[in-house]
Structure formats: C-alpha cells, structure tokens
Nanobody, 126 residues
Framework: QVQLVESGGGLVQPGGSLRLSCVAS????????MGWFRQAPGKEREGVSC????????YYVDSVKGRFTISRDNVKNTVYLEMNSLKPEDTAVYYC???????????????????WGQGTQVTVSS
C-alpha cells in the first residue's frame, strides 16, 4: 500500500521558516515526479514546487521563487520543502504527491498525480 506521510507543518510568524518532509513507502511501480501542492480556504489547489529524477531544474510557482527550496533524498524516499521568509498568504494545507513514471514530463507540477498524502497545515500569522 502506497503511503505518503507529511510532517513539519505548524504555526509560524511572518518572516519565519518551516521545513516540510514527506516520506514515501509501499511503491510497487517507479515514480518520477514528487511535489508539494497547497490549498488555502476558498481557493483552488495549486502546485507549489515539484522535483523529478530527470536532469531539469525543479519547478516553483512564481509566488514562492527565491523563498522555497525543494529537495529529494532517493535513499530515504523523502522529499523536503524548505520554506523561508514565510508570508500570511502561504497559509494553507500542504500536500505531498507523487506521479507514476510516464513517458513525458513538461517540467512543471503535473495536473494529475497518482498518490497524495494526508496534508499538513501551515499557518503564517503574528
């Protein structure tokens, strides 16, 4: 059974930092893209950052460029999202997701991911 387990969310003041972790287990098929999505109340879910095992740069949505960094540890089957200079508008539930390997990847967060974590709340507030 595939599991994606997120951790690291919480309450932080504006300007603060958090690091999210997502541990993947139970995969019986190869996956190529992992990423972080978020959904704020009343808003659509958006792809925040995605990373692949292809030789291309990670993707970041414009609103987090220069502040967030995604990384992947294939030995630990873990993907991280380092979030710095957090803003109130970063408040959302953050979800980890993974995609079963496909023949094409456009370098962005895929519209369809095959597996999702349960989500972790990030709240940025003073």
């Amino acid at each position: 059974q595939v599991q994606l387990v997120e951790s690291g969310g919480g309450l932080v003041q504006p300007g603060g930092s958090l690091r999210l972790s997502c541990v993947a287990s139970g995969f019986t098929r190869d996956y190529d893209v992992m990423g972080w999505f978020r959904q704020a109340p009343g808003k659509e879910r958006e792809g925040v950052s995605c990373i692949s095992d292809y030789e291309i740069r990670p993707y970041y949505v414009d609103s987090v460029k220069g502040r967030f960094t995604i990384s992947r540890d294939n030995v630990k089957n873990t993907v991280y999202l380092e979030m710095n200079s957090l803003k109130p508008e970063d408040t959302a539930v953050y979800y980890c997701a993974a995609r079963i390997r496909q023949t094409y990847y456009n370098g962005r967060c895929p519209a369809r991911m095959n597996y999702w974590g349960q989500g972790t709340q990030v709240t940025v507030s003073s």
